[in-house]
C-alpha cells in the first residue's frame, strides 16, 4: 500500500510522460495519426480473408457483423500487443531518468499502456464510423465495452511490469516477446470467434485475453452481456498478473541502476 501511495503521489509525473510518448510517437513520424491505425487495418484485413475463407468452405455468406466482430477484437488486440511492445523497452528507453532521479519507477510500463490507450482510442474512433457505414449500430451493451477495457489495461500493466524489469537484467526479453506477440495471434480469438473451434472452445478461453475479445464483440456487434464466468477468470487473472508483476517490479527496482 506504500508503493501504491508513492504511485498515486506521482500521478502528475503520470500523466507527462504519457503525453510525452505519445507526441514523440508521432511527432517524428511520417504518417502521424496513421500509425494508430495501421496495424488495426492490417489485422483487419487479415481476419477478412479466414473470414471469406471459411464461408466459402462451409457455403455461407459472410455478413456485416462477421466484419464487424473482425474489427472490433483486431483494434482491442492491436492495443494490447502495443501496449506489451513499448512496456517491454519503458525501462530501458528512459535509462537516463530511472539511475538520475528518485520516483516510482512503474510510472514508465504505465505511461507506455496509457499512451497506447490513446492509440486504441484513435482507432476506435474510425472502427465506430465503419461499423455504421456497415449497418451496424452498437447498443447500449457497448458500454460494457469499458470495465472490460479497465481490466485488459490491469492485465496489460501487470505483464509489462513484469517485462520491463526483467528486460533490464535479461536483453533477449525483448526479443522473445515479439516472437511471443507475432504467434499468439494464431491462439487468440482474433481472427476467429471461439465458436468456430468447437471442442477447443474451452481450452482457447483460457488465454485470458480471450474471454475478453469474446466479450467485447458480443456486447458491440451483438447485443448480448458478457458471460460472466469467463468474465470474472479474466478479471482474476488481471488481478493477478498485476500483483505479480508490480511485485517482482519492485523487489527489483532497488538493482535497476546497475543493470542499466
Known amino acids: 500500500m506504500e508503493n501504491i501511495k508513492k504511485l498515486y503521489g506521482s500521478r502528475e509525473l503520470l500523466y507527462l510522460l504519457t503525453w510525452r510518448d505519445i507526441r514523440v510517437r508521432y511527432k517524428q513520424s511520417a504518417m502521424g495519426l496513421l500509425w494508430a491505425l495501421l496495424m488495426p487495418l492490417l489485422i483487419v484485413g487479415a481476419g477478412a480473408l479466414v473470414r471469406i475463407a471459411a464461408a466459402k468452405w462451409s457455403n455461407t455468406e459472410v455478413t456485416p457483423e462477421d466484419m464487424a466482430s473482425v474489427m472490433i477484437r483486431a483494434v482491442v488486440w492491436a492495443f494490447f500487443i502495443s501496449a506489451i511492445r513499448f512496456g517491454t523497452n519503458s525501462l530501458l528507453a528512459n535509462s537516463t531518468l530511472v539511475t538520475k532521479i528518485a520516483f516510482p519507477k512503474e510510472v514508465f510500463p504505465i505511461a507506455a499502456v496509457l499512451s497506447s490507450l490513446f492509440d486504441f482510442a484513435v482507432a476506435a474512433a474510425v472502427i465506430v464510423i465503419a461499423l455504421l457505414i456497415i449497418g451496424v449500430t452498437p447498443s447500449i451493451q457497448a458500454l460494457w465495452m469499458i470495465p472490460l477495457l479497465l481490466v485488459m489495461s490491469m492485465q496489460a500493466i501487470g505483464l509489462t511490469l513484469l517485462l520491463s524489469a526483467s528486460n533490464l537484467f535479461y536483453r533477449d526479453i525483448k526479443y522473445l516477446v515479439e516472437v511471443f506477440l507475432t504467434y ?49 477468470y479474466s478479471t482474476v487473472a488481471a488481478c493477478l498478473f498485476f500483483f505479480v508483476g508490480y511485485s517482482i517490479f519492485k523487489k527489483l527496482e532497488a538493482d535497476f541502476a546497475e543493470s542499466i
Open 184 to 232: 499468439a495471434i494464431f491462439f487468440t480469438p482474433v481472427l476467429y470467434p471461439v465458436s468456430m473451434m468447437g471442442d477447443w472452445k474451452n481450452i482457447i478461453l483460457l488465454n485470458p485475453i480471450a474471454p475478453l475479445l469474446e466479450a467485447m464483440s458480443d456486447c458491440v456487434v451483438y447485443d448480448a452481456t458478457p458471460d460472466p464466468f469467463w468474465t470474472l
